[in-house]
């Protein structure tokens, strides 16, 4: 399977993430970040950026910065098309906005509908019910973060 991660699976990942518990699935991880299998979108760098506290985190973030992209042509066609469908309105969006704070969601599920790939959030996201509902509607498939991790361990 292909993955884009949303920020709160990258944190935790990078942040959180038990490294000397389960390094075997850590390392499975990393291959598949190294081999395109989970990617990230721009907009969810800018908003780890804002949000990392440890220093090999944002080292993680800038040897890896490959893994995240922009939205192309055909993306931005489909986000102008969940736009229209009013996909996000349940998000905080506006209120994200004024604060200036990057919003991925739109990005990413508009990468996963192109691409065929998971859209994996952490379950303690305080969004995660959200972006289930914005992926069900987008006819995206949704994963949390553990289950991902069960995915890529085997």
Known sequence: ???IFDDSALF???ENFPIKAVSELYKKFIKACNEGDIIADKETRKRL???????????WLEEHKKMFREI???EA????????????????LSMEMLRNIPIAVPFIVAI?????RVVVVAKKSKDCE?????CESSE?????????LADIGR
């Open 1 to 3: 399977m292909k993955y």
């Open 12 to 14: 935790y990942m990078l």
């Open 49 to 59: 950026e804002g949000l990392l506290e440890e220093a090999g985190s944002y080292t």
């Open 72 to 74: 192309n042509q055909k």
């Open 77 to 92: 066609e489909i986000l102008g098309e969940l736009v229209k469908k009013d996909v996000f309105k349940i998000l905080p």
């Open 112 to 116: 996963a509908k192109n691409e065929n």
């Open 130 to 134: 959200l972006v289930r509902k914005v």
């Open 140 to 148: 995206v498939t949704f994963m949390l973060l553990d289950d991902c």
